[in-house]
């Protein structure tokens, strides 16, 4: 079991910048995979941001530029900074973690981007 507790969502204005963290507990030794995903209203629940135990990054188009995922093996958490944050950017943010054999997901946090 794994378990995920994200902080870091709230509200901000156009151009303003978020750091979301998500810190994993449980079976951590067998995390392969981190990553956020997101859902705005309406919307199906979409990628954003994924970092593998080795460290490759992967990133959404919609993105590529502004966000970057950072993983910190000793403290299993991961990061998502976001810069140049646009109102479409607008959405609950969910962190997703892969063990072998299933997948877990946190309680999401919510991230606003207005003026």
């Known amino acids: 079991q794994v378990q995920l507790v994200e902080s870091g969502g709230g509200l901000v204005q156009p151009g303003g910048s978020l750091r979301l963290s998500c810190a994993a507990s449980g079976s951590i030794f067998s995390i392969s995979f981190m990553g956020w995903f997101r859902q705005a209203p309406g919307k199906q629940r979409e990628f954003v941001a994924g970092?593998?135990?080795?460290?490759?990054?992967t990133y959404a188009e919609s993105v590529k530029g502004r966000f970057t995922i950072s993983r910190d093996n000793a403290k299993s958490t991961v990061y998502l900074q976001m810069n140049n944050l646009k109102p479409e950017d607008t959405a609950i943010y969910y962190c997703?973690?892969?063990?072998?054999?299933?997948?877990?997901w946190g309680q999401g946090t919510q991230v606003t981007v207005s003026s």
């Open positions: 970092v593998t135990s080795g460290g490759t990054r």
């Open positions: 997703k973690v892969l063990v072998p054999g299933t997948d877990y």
